[in-house]
Nanobody
Framework: VQLQASGGGLVQSGGSLRLSCAAS????????MAWYRQAPGKGRELVAGITRDGSTNYADPVKGRFTISRDDAKNAVYLQMNSLKSEDTAVYYC?????????????????WGQGTLVTVSS
């Protein structure tokens, strides 16, 4: 299973970006999905998560500005980021909890995307 993240880039403070992450491979079902981020010199932190039934949770610093969503038909998760601030600058990683398919039925593994850089200029 591979997760491919995209959508990062350079944006001015107050601007918006939309991150996308698509999963591919031996997938039976994608369970929880999430976005994490890691700023320079800091540890990786949870930004937002979404369960299979659509329940969401957000880190306090992004509440009201970021929206996580998913499209199970496309095995994808998205992060709409509005009102961006310089402190949102980080590498963003998607994460998925996946129930595997053919030949590995019943096995559940966690997967990470490769990261996409978001830079917010002040």
């Amino acid at each position: 299973v591979q997760l491919q993240a995209s959508g990062g880039g350079l944006v001015q403070s107050g601007g918006s970006l939309r991150l996308s992450c698509a999963a591919s491979g031996n997938i039976f079902r994608i369970n929880d999905m999430a976005w994490y981020r890691q700023a320079p010199g800091k540890g990786r932190e949870l930004v937002a998560g979404i369960t299979r039934d659509g329940s969401t949770n957000y880190a306090d610093p992004v509440k009201g500005r970021f929206t996580i969503s998913r499209d199970d038909a496309k095995n994808a998760v998205y992060l709409q980021m509005n009102s961006l601030k310089s402190e949102d600058t980080a590498v963003y990683y998607c994460n998925a909890d996946v129930t595997l398919g053919w030949g590995k039925v019943g096995i559940v593994n966690e997967y990470w995307g490769q990261g996409t850089l978001v830079t917010v200029s002040s």
